[in-house]
C-alpha cells in the first residue's frame, strides 16, 4: 500500500493517479491533502486539480482553505477566478 504522498509525488510527475484515500479521522488526510495540491502548484502552476468530498459544505471549506494556502505559496488563484460555486 502506498502512503497518501506518494500519490501526490506521482501526479507531480505528471503520471495520472486516481486515489482514494480511507483511514480513520485524525490521521491528517485534509491537511496531506491540502498541502499536496499546494505542492503540485507550485510545481506547476498551470495544472488543474480535482478535490472531490462527501458535501458540498465540505468541498466550499476545502476549497477556501487551498486557496488560503495558495496565496501564501503565490501560486493562485489567478485574478478573476477566486469564485466559489
Known amino acids: 500500500m ?3 504522498d506518494q500519490f501526490i ?6 503520471e495520472p493517479v486516481r486515489a482514494l484515500c480511507s483511514v480513520p479521522i ?3 488526510k485534509s491537511e496531506t491533502t491540502m498541502g499536496g495540491i499546494v505542492w503540485l502548484l507550485v510545481q506547476d502552476p498551470t495544472m488543474r486539480v480535482l478535490v ?3 458535501s458540498f ?3 466550499r471549506d476545502l476549497g477556501k482553505r487551498i ?3 495558495a496565496e501564501v505559496a503565490r501560486v493562485g488563484p489567478e485574478y ?5 460555486e
Open 80 to 84: 478573476g477566478t477566486n469564485t466559489i
Open 52 to 54: 472531490l468530498t462527501h
Open 2 to 4: 502506498h502512503g497518501h
Open 57 to 59: 459544505d465540505r468541498a
Open 26 to 28: 485524525r490521521h491528517w
Open 67 to 69: 486557496r488560503r494556502l
Open 9 to 14: 509525488e506521482r501526479a507531480g510527475r505528471g
